[in-house]
């Protein structure tokens, strides 16, 4: 099923970031139980939520809040960016992945590298592009640490996508926009699947979107809130 992480006892984790604490973060994810009490739409993939229970996210946010790192909730990782709430992570990509597995995935918005290296365990490449360098940089170390060899990773602005690289056969937006940028739908396969959150900064639809033979329509999937997809790189 899923790809091996290379996992030593130090990415295991110990106590709050061990492997009952994942277990335990899958098994609400999978009942759609949330921290709060409330029910939310349970994530029904099995290669989702076993790559997700591999997969070491406090390795992902810095050591001071690994304690929180199998709360269901986006945490801060700096420069006024989040890690996305693990509920959001599985459902994007469970959304993904469900008429298919994709080969070549492309992600906007690396951020801390978790969605990134959660597909690089389901799909055999993965292109990521950073507009903050900094995040980028931290986001390959991690990569590099977990042994994960089929993500590339760029420092652009990724509203222009990876040309050279398309067509891909998925492309996920995790940063809110307004619209889904016209250049990101031409590189993409006809049979393919962009996944991204549409509307104002507050509060934004997560739209799936295929082709229906004439035109990309959206689905909605829910509401998600989603840092700011900005323009540059810094
Ligand atoms: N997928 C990330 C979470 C993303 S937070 C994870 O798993 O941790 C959104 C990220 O999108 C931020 O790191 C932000 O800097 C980045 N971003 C915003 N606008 C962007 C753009 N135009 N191009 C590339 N990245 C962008």
Redesign the pocket.
Known sequence: MSRAFRLGPAEQGLGMTSQRARDRLIESLRSGRAANGRQVEPIRDARVLEAMRVLPRHL?IDEALASRAYEDTALP?G?G????QPWV?ARMTEALIEHGLPRRVL??????????ALLAALVAEVYT????DE?LRLARRRFRRLGIGNVRSRH????TGWPEHAPFDAILV??AADAVDAQLFTQLAPHGVLVAPVGPPDLQQLLRFRFDGQQWVGESLGLVT??????GVR
């Open positions: 992902f990782i420069l960016q989040t890690i996305s992570v992600e906007v918005g690396t951020g801390s590298g978790y969605q990134a592009v950073e507009r903050i995040l652009d602005d990724g509203r995790t940063a989603f840092v700011p997809l900005l323009a």
